[in-house]
């Protein structure tokens, strides 16, 4: 049997977006999209270069003077009204979410109301930005702070989510005042040309908001760009480095948010069954390629077996499958090239002495043609091994015993990465002194990532990056500090 796509699918034609106009351009050749699903082409895309990257981010330019003059409000309105139609097409963004990249239609429908709400949340901010007097020295003087936008955003967002990364980047910064060029990811560029359809739909000025859909031609262009005032890239630490190596060039400044492998802590004391049923969900949550999945998971020793059973069990009731299927709660990874390298890693685990409790294979039948892992656990590896080290991105945990408190905050920290961290207890002592003590970006307890409010401040520490998106602190990410100081002191007479 092979996955089709539903009937009522309409795929974007386009494939960028440069000053309010639907282009498409491909000075960086074409690459076709397939549907990961049954591993079939959906269309072929045409992709940005560097002769598409020169438009948008001139048309941003032209279009940041009168943006930046707009009153907030005016700005808030826009935003709103883009929210509202982002809820309108809530169903058809759902599809598009699911076809790009094989997100189960279960997960998809809840994607448009989420980044509806971070919209609002933004929205709000764009006519309360103010900034305050400061105490003067000296004689008399007028001494204040402004806070302006920096002028034009390059965005670049990754295809495991791209529609929530598109808005996340881009809320924050048109509230701040800036116009943006975003480089929609070539693996799945769907819904965030969708979202661009929106924007124009809202009456948002031509050239605000600029999508290019490309590869690394595109994206080098854009953060090489002269005209680009700030950087914000959502990828992995490879590409990450690359970005800070050409933006170190024209000293331009950058927000980043990378990988992750995030430790999950269940103590004794626990709820058990809620742990293990949170344990398995946030691992395999996006297919397991979610940045802040909690893929280590430590286990204190009294109750490892019990719940190693429990975890087995868990992982035995995932109903992997059809992602257009709103039964389905696992589908498939993102292409043929991230099955093997994940299997790979696999079956080093396998080799370095790991107990594979579920999983471990890649599942035929019905699933052959598409790219669908069986939910792996590993037990009994360690830290130190090299999948309990490295980002694997698809649907493998590791567990771990431990026996101590501190022991497993330093197990917990033992990693290059830093992006979050979820503990599970009924002590209250415990969770603020573990919380405290993880470095990590994110923490939540008793829970599994669904905790990710637009108000709160979203970013890595170490190797999962540096600055902010969310909240005020994302706001203030987008926003450059001005001081401004008057003498007001009466001129001395000539003599």
């Known amino acids: 049997m092979t996955f089709a796509l539903p009937d009522e699918i309409v795929l974007p034609t386009h494939m960028h977006i440069i000053d309010g106009e639907k282009d498409a351009g491909g000075s960086g050749g ?56 982002i809820e309108q097409q809530a169903g058809s963004l759902a599809l598009l979410g699911s076809i790009e990249k094989g997100e189960p239609a279960m997960n998809a429908r809840h994607m448009p109301a989420s980044v509806a709400q971070k919209l609002r949340y933004f929205a709000g901010w764009a006519d309360k930005i103010q900034g305050h007097v400061v105490n003067t020295f000296g004689g008399p003087s007028h001494d204040y702070v402004a806070y302006e936008p920096y002028g034009v955003i390059g965005g670049i967002i990754p295809w495991n989510g791209p529609l929530y990364a598109a808005v996340m980047m881009m809320a924050p910064a048109l509230a701040a005042g800036n116009c943006i060029i975003l480089k929609a990811p070539e693996l799945a560029p769907y819904t965030t040309l969708r979202l661009g359809e929106l924007i124009m739909e809202a009456g948002f000025p031509a050239g605000v908001v600029n999508i290019v859909t490309g590869g690394p031609e595109v994206g080098e262009a854009i953060v090489a760009h002269h005209d680009i005032d700030k950087i914000a890239f959502i990828g992995s630490g490879p590409t990450a480095r690359k ?15 990378l990988g992750g492998k995030s430790a999950v802590i269940v103590f004794a004391d626990a709820d058990l069954p809620d742990a293990a049923r949170r344990g398995l969900r946030g691992a395999i949550a996006a297919n397991g390629q979610g940045c802040v999945n909690g893929t280590r998971l430590f286990v204190q020793r009294p109750v490892y077996d019990q719940y190693l059973d429990m975890l087995a069990q868990q992982a035995a009731q995932v109903r992997v499958g059809d992602p257009f299927d709103m039964g389905t ?152 500090v001005k001081n401004i100081w008057i003498n007001l002191a009466t001129p001395a007479p000539v003599a």
């Open 30 to 85: 074409s690459m076709p999209h397939i549907y990961p699903g049954n591993g079939r082409q959906t269309g072929a895309l045409q992709l940005a270069g560097r002769t598409e990257a020169d438009a948008a981010v001139a048309a941003a330019r032209r279009a940041a003077p009168a943006w930046r003059a707009m009153t907030g409000d005016k700005r808030r309105n826009l935003m709103l009204a883009l929210a509202a139609l």
């Open 243 to 257: 970005v800070l190596r050409s933006a170190a060039e024209g000293l331009k400044p950058c927000c980043l948010e």
């Open 329 to 480: 709660t696992l589908g498939p990874v993102i292409s043929e090239a991230a099955t093997q390298r994940i299997l790979g890693m696999i079956e080093t685990a396998r080799q370095e002495g790991g107990r594979i409790l579920s999983g471990g294979e890649r599942l035929g039948g019905d699933f052959a043609e598409g790219y669908f892992l069986a939910p792996t656990i590993i037990a009994d590896l360690g830290n130190k091994s090299a999948i309990a080290r490295h980002e694997v991105f698809g649907p493998v945990l590791t567990v771990t015993p431990f026996d101590t408190e501190d022991e497993v905050i330093t197990l917990a920290n033992d990693t290059d990465y830093g992006l979050g961290g979820y503990i599970h207890t009924q002590s209250l002592r415990r969770a603020h002194n573990v919380a405290a003590a993880l470095d990590a970006g994110m923490i939540q307890v008793n829970a599994s990532g669904e905790g990710m409010a637009p108000c709160a401040p979203f970013g890595g520490m170490k190797q999962s990056g540096f600055g902010r998106m969310g909240g005020e602190a994302g706001l203030k990410e987008f926003l450059r």
